[in-house]
């Protein structure tokens, strides 16, 4: 099942499918920070990678392709204080049935449309609410897109907090497993949500494990605030020892409180960015003592995780 988006508050809706994304815009300091043009800015601004990892993936600067189509998956296994997706649509409210089909068509008819107007969309995110509770239908949407010959021109990117990835693939249909290996490369982009010492955090390991035994592309982040630099180190450590370069591909990103849905929320006073150094200084720090490479001193899409199934090399 899949949000209505006819029926969000969410902007640049464009059908119930699908709302329109631009990744990487100035005003909103949303930057691909480890690019020599936003050096300066690295510091000050969030990472939002997808047109970099695009660019790479299917050539091309990250410029042509700085426009996603975006879909919900209409369930999530968390309640995130700071989500900016209302409760209501994380619970299969104002949410329709559909097939990986009808989404790929709805997304080759607004790829139609788009470049009629002069615009190219060549990122198709599936986002929530959270995906990987359903991973077969991660594979049913790349069948699609290689059937409508778009899967070497389009960026498939799924959006996972990971602590249900490892029991839903148990109970998914049998093959699942095999068909997203087939991927090669799927990208996914994890926000960890649970710090070390929360109950969910072994759940968010153990699927992250599982995705690097896929050979999928991970991707990880967290909003660094209401992490301690303990919870920041003992990060490091677990990332490292699932794969030593995981821990720089890390983004650190202050979650961003000022959306509608946020409005009557209760507890936010925790996520809002304290006083003094930034979450991603103090994970600078860590990757400069540990490994003698600055946070995003290479752009996450160039460090390389070697085979997973055998550890990564450095």
Same mark, same amino acid.
């Not at 994304?21 to 920070?33: A, E, H």
């Not at 509608?260 to 991603?280: E, I, K, M, Q, W």
């Not at 720090?285 to 001193?297: D, E």
């Given at each position: 099942m899949l949000t209505d988006l006819t029926k969000t508050k969410l902007g640049a809706v464009q059908n119930r499918f699908f709302r329109l994304?631009?990744?990487?815009?100035?005003?909103?300091?949303?930057?691909?920070?480890g690019l020599p043009e936003f050096s300066g800015m690295r510091h000050l601004a969030t990472l939002s990678d997808s047109p970099v990892l695009a660019a790479a993936r299917l050539?091309?600067?990250?410029?042509?392709?700085?426009?996603a189509a975006i879909c919900h998956v209409a369930a999530c296994n968390l309640r995130c204080p700071y989500c900016y997706v209302e409760f209501r649509h994380l619970s299969a409210q104002d949410s329709f049935r559909t097939t990986a089909a009808d989404l790929v068509g709805a997304f080759v008819a607004l790829?139609?449309?788009?470049?009629?107007?002069?615009?190219?969309?060549?990122?198709?995110?599936?986002?929530?609410?959270e995906p990987l509770l359903v991973p077969e239908f991660v594979a049913d949407v790349h069948d699609e897109l290689r059937r409508h010959d778009l899967a070497e021109i389009c960026l498939l990117k799924v959006e996972s907090n990971m602590t249900a990835f490892a029991y839903a693939l148990e109970s998914a249909?049998?093959?699942?497993?095999?068909?997203?290996h087939s991927i090669g490369g799927l990208a996914v982009h994890v926000t960890i949500h649970p710090t070390p010492d929360d109950a969910d955090w072994p759940r968010v390991l153990m699927g992250l494990r599982r995705a690097l035994e896929l050979g999928i592309d991970v991707y990880p982040a967290i909003g660094g605030a209401g992490w301690s630099d303990a919870h920041l180190s003992d990060l490091y450590a677990a990332l490292a020892e699932l794969a030593p370069d995981l821990p720089l591909r890390l983004a650190v990103r202050p979650f961003n409180l000022s959306y509608? #849905?946020?409005?009557? $929320? @209760?507890? &936010?006073?925790?996520?809002?960015?304290?006083?003094?150094?930034?979450?991603?200084m103090r994970w600078e720090?860590?990757?400069? #003592?540990?490994?003698? $490479? @600055?946070? &995003?001193?290479c752009p996450r899409h160039l460090v390389s995780l070697g085979d997973p199934a055998k550890g990564a090399a450095s």
């Open positions: 994304f631009v990744p990487v815009k100035r005003s909103r300091l949303r930057l691909p920070t050539g091309g600067h990250w410029s042509d392709h700085n426009l790829r139609r449309e788009r470049q009629e107007a002069g615009e190219q969309v060549s990122i198709l995110r599936i986002s929530g609410g249909p049998a093959g699942t497993t095999a068909r997203l509608d #849905a946020l409005t009557t $929320r @209760r507890g &936010l006073d925790h996520y809002a960015v304290p006083a003094g150094p930034s979450p991603s720090q860590l990757t400069t #003592a540990k490994r003698g $490479r @600055r946070y &995003l001193q």
